[in-house]
């Protein structure tokens, strides 16, 4: 029998190949003999190599990612020195633009582009019908080019793929679900701005699935669409279809368009129990001009009503998304956004770094702004007219530390006393934090691997020595949140200003639990 591995290197264990799933439930009559492996990019390449020979196939389709090009390359290299025979299928957003040049795509034999449901099966068939020791007349029938370009499939036709989420997906991974691909909006540095628009798939065939999910015993889900509020009848009735299903546990994850909240969702939101959602919302810049610079479609105005409403009457955990080194975005009009950001209150912050993804149109900015990219993977900027590497490092960083510090749910209670102005602060969030950023960097030479006692001790040192405020103040405050996390080991550097008084009860933070649910989901 001739076999087909379909096989990816995830990032981490945790994650599903969501898209190798879809191309197994398509399969038709070549399911049967083909084989889903997945990895992760820390395992050797030749581990992975020989568990791919171990099912001796023909054809072996690998999905690349921005993540796992590097690693991937490498596994393709070494498959081709030891068994050239066979043929090697490339797919996935990494080697679906500006594949001419790519090392990985000189290596394989074949790379579809776009969305390959079906063209990856149709290629394996006309394969699997000419073989390599066929006379040149019956060769004819091989694709013509190595690149082949994926015709949009209709949803409709499409076989869904959940019923291929094992028990241990169940049980121990992030269960990707989707009621709709594709983007309405034109964002220059996101792959999403090259798609055709929004497509739904049939809304009661995915709500069965979503029932037979349930009823296997998963509970949290993270929807893939890139604009999941965008059709306000469906998205209410998955809203709907979920809260009357409602269990403890169940964890829902979608990312929302941020100006678009209308009361016919909010009426429904308000009704999930604490927990149970979390909202990752891409503001990426309040800087209307840079907003426009990248063909970015978005009231500002709206989006604080939004974010207000979210803060002060729902019990939805809030991912909110700004970045670094846009075209236009100077360190003032960053420091302005996040500041105002923070203002608004979502639980995370999550400073991202920009990236020059394959085929994004923000290279037309590239002379006008200076803008200079890495070119190895994640391709991320260096630097540009208005912020220089030295600045885009410095803000690293910071993203690093505002990561570890206020987005761990560890300093609830005491990052607000950074920019706090009755304890000495400028009142500027960003100003205060990257004082501290510096200071920390200073101190520890690194922005990674500082373990959390080390953490709440340098933020006490920094407050009371640095700042002078106040250690018995600062103590408690600090104590409270170290309690927050279920920890009863009084630090030693806090036991000489605390008082009874101050050394009260555990309480476990919602926040804080939040947070470490949105951790499971992969909200970075």
């Known amino acids: 029998m001739n076999t087909i591995v379909l096989a990816t290197l995830n990032a981490r264990y945790h994650h599903c190949a969501f898209g190798l799933r879809y191309l197994l439930a398509n399969m038709g009559d070549l399911r049967p003999q083909t084989r889903l492996l997945e990895f992760t990019i820390n395992q050797p390449t030749l581990d992975i190599l020989g568990q791919i020979l171990h099912h001796k196939p023909q054809i072996v389709g690998l999905g690349v990612y921005i993540w796992n090009v590097d690693e991937t390359t490498r596994l393709v290299a070494d498959l081709k020195r030891v068994a050239p025979e066979i043929i090697v299928v490339l797919g996935g957003p990494e080697v679906s633009y500006e594949t001419e040049q790519q090392q990985i795509v000189q290596l394989s034999d074949y790379v579809i582009t776009g969305e390959a449901d079906l063209a990856f099966p149709e290629l394996c068939r006309k ?5 390599a020791m066929q006379t040149t007349a019956g060769l004819q029938t091989l694709p013509a080019s190595k690149v082949i370009h994926a015709v949009v499939p209709d949803l409709n036709q499409l076989q869904l793929p959940y019923e291929l989420y094992s028990d241990e997906d169940i049980a121990h991974r992030v ?7 594709g983007c309405p909006f034109t964002c220059e540095f996101c792959l999403s701005a090259l798609e055709i628009p929004v497509r739904q798939f049939q809304l009661d065939a995915f709500l069965a699935a979503m029932d037979r999910l349930l009823a296997r015993g998963t509970r949290h889900f993270k929807f893939v669409d890139r604009t999941f509020n965008l059709n306000l009848r469906i ?4 809203l709907e279809f979920f809260l009357e299903r409602y269990q403890p546990g169940i964890f829902l994850h979608f990312e929302l368009i941020p100006d678009r909240l209308p009361e016919a969702l909010q009426d429904v939101i308000v009704r999930f129990p604490a927990g149970s959602m979390q ?8 800087n209307d001009d840079v907003s426009n610079l990248i063909s970015r479609r978005q009231d500002n105005e709206l989006v604080e009503q939004n974010l207000n409403w979210l803060h002060s009457k729902a019990t939805v955990h809030v991912h909110a998304d700004l970045i670094v080194g846009l075209p236009g975005e100077s360190l003032e009009s960053f420091s302005q956004g996040f500041d105002r950001l923070v203002r608004l209150a979502p639980h995370e912050i999550q400073v991202g770094i920009l990236k020059r993804l394959r085929g994004t149109p923000i290279i037309r900015h590239d002379d006008a702004w200076q803008m200079i990219y890495s070119p190895h993977p994640p391709y991320e900027i260096l630097s540009t007219k208005l912020m220089s590497f030295e600045t885009i490092q410095e803000l690293r960083r910071f993203a690093k530390y505002w990561d570890s510090i206020a987005n761990s749910g560890n300093f609830v209670e005491t990052t607000p006393t950074l920019w706090d102005s009755r304890h000495g602060g400028s009142g500027s969030p960003f100003v205060e934090f990257r004082r501290l950023t510096n200071w920390l960097f200073e101190r520890e030479g690194q922005s990674h691997g500082i373990s959390l006692s080390r953490l709440f001790e340098s933020v006490f040192e920094y407050l009371t020595v640095h700042r002078q405020i106040d250690p018995t103040e600062v103590a408690a405050t600090l104590w409270r949140d170290y309690q927050r996390g279920g920890r009863s080991d009084k630090p030693s550097f806090l036991r000489p200003f605390l008082t009874q008084a101050n050394d009260g009860p555990r309480a476990l933070n919602t926040s804080s639990a939040l947070r470490r649910q949105g951790r499971r989901l992969d909200v970075t």
């Open 127 to 131: 394969l699997f019908g000419t073989s």
């Open 235 to 238: 998205s209410r009735a998955i």
């Open 279 to 286: 909202f990752e919302v891409g503001i990426q810049t309040f």
């Open 175 to 181: 269960i990707y679900v989707e009621a709709s691909r």
